[in-house]
């Protein structure tokens, strides 16, 4: 499986306007953010230390999930993202795993129903 790393900046590619205009969250794109959040997950299940490259790529994936949350307005979704960057900020990786936990159940979800 190949790992896609999304910048927040990509966050416009992946969004598309319905018929309603309401804003529904591109397939691939979300496929991707799941797949990088189980990605993050195991990393820091197994090793609990992080670079400087990680700690980048961990940051623009919670951004990533947490625009998705506010798209499809889920406050779910959006307090299991903002539980994951206050456990980062605050270095508690047992919340941030629960949360990421959370966030993942959301985002399957979301490809359940759209995908």
């Known amino acids: 499986m190949t790992l896609k790393f999304l910048?927040?900046?990509?966050?416009a590619a992946g969004l598309t306007l319905g018929s309603t205009a309401q804003a529904q969250?591109?397939?691939?794109y979300l496929g991707n953010i799941i797949d990088d959040l189980?990605?993050?997950?195991?990393?820091?299940?197994?090793s609990r230390t992080v670079s400087a490259s990680l700690d980048r790529r961990l940051r623009n994936m919670v951004l990533d999930a947490r625009d998705v949350a506010v798209a499809e307005n889920d406050n779910r979704a959006i307090k299991a993202a903002n539980g994951?960057?206050?456990?980062?900020?605050?270095?508690?990786d047992d919340l941030?795993?629960?949360s990421s936990d959370r966030l993942a159940d959301?985002?399957?979800f979301f490809w359940n129903r759209d995908c």
């Open 25 to 28: 969250v591109d397939c691939d």
């Open 7 to 11: 910048a927040a900046s990509a966050l």
């Open 38 to 46: 189980d990605y993050m997950a195991d990393v820091l299940e197994s």
């Open 96 to 98: 941030y795993l629960r």
């Open 106 to 108: 959301r985002l399957e």
């Open 84 to 92: 994951m960057i206050r456990a980062w900020q605050n270095e508690d």
